[in-house]
C-alpha cells in the first residue's frame, strides 16, 4: 500500500528557511517521479516541484531560485528545501506519485490530481 509521512512543515518568517521531507513507502522510490504540491486556502492545488527517476528536477517558476528538491538515498526520501520563503508560499504542501514507470515530472504534474497517490500534507506558514 502507497503511503507518505511528509514532515518539517511549521511557522517561519519571511526571508526564512524550512526543509519538508517526504518518507514515502509501499513502492520503490527510485522507480518514479516524486513531486511536492501545495494549496493555499481558496486556491488550486499546484506543482511546485518534482524529482524524476532519472534525477532531473522541475520547478514552479515563482520558486526558481530559492526551492531545491532532493533525494536522500539512504533515508529514502525526497526532501524540499525551501529557502527565502514569502508569505505566498503559504500553504499546506504534500508530497504525491503517480507509480507511472515512465517517471516522469510532466506526466506526474499532469495527472497526479485525477490518479495520484498523496500524502497527507504539512502546513507551511510564512509570517512575521
Known amino acids: 500500500q502507497v503511503h507518505f509521512v511528509e514532515t518539517g512543515g511549521g511557522l517561519v518568517q519571511p526571508g526564512g528557511s524550512l526543509r519538508l521531507s517526504c518518507a514515502p513507502s509501499?513502492?520503490?522510490?527510485?522507480?518514479?517521479?516524486i513531486g511536492w504540491f501545495r494549496q493555499a486556502p481558496g486556491k488550486e492545488r499546484e506543482g511546485v516541484a518534482c524529482?524524476?527517476?532519472?534525477?532531473?528536477?522541475y520547478f514552479l517558476d515563482s520558486v526558481k531560485g530559492r526551492f531545491t528538491v532532493s533525494r536522500d538515498k539512504p533515508r529514502n526520501t525526497v526532501n524540499l528545501q525551501m529557502n527565502s520563503v514569502q508569505p505566498e508560499d503559504t500553504a499546506r504542501y504534500y508530497c504525491?506519485?503517480?507509480?507511472?514507470?515512465?517517471?516522469?515530472?510532466?506526466?506526474?504534474?499532469?495527472?497526479?490530481?485525477?490518479?495520484?497517490?498523496w500524502g497527507q500534507g504539512t502546513q507551511v506558514t510564512v509570517s512575521s
Open positions: 504525491a506519485t503517480d507509480l507511472r514507470p515512465i517517471g516522469a515530472c510532466f506526466t506526474l504534474l499532469a495527472t497526479a490530481h485525477e490518479d495520484g497517490y
Open positions: 509501499g513502492f520503490t522510490l527510485d522507480d518514479h517521479a
Open positions: 524529482y524524476d527517476r532519472a534525477g532531473s528536477t
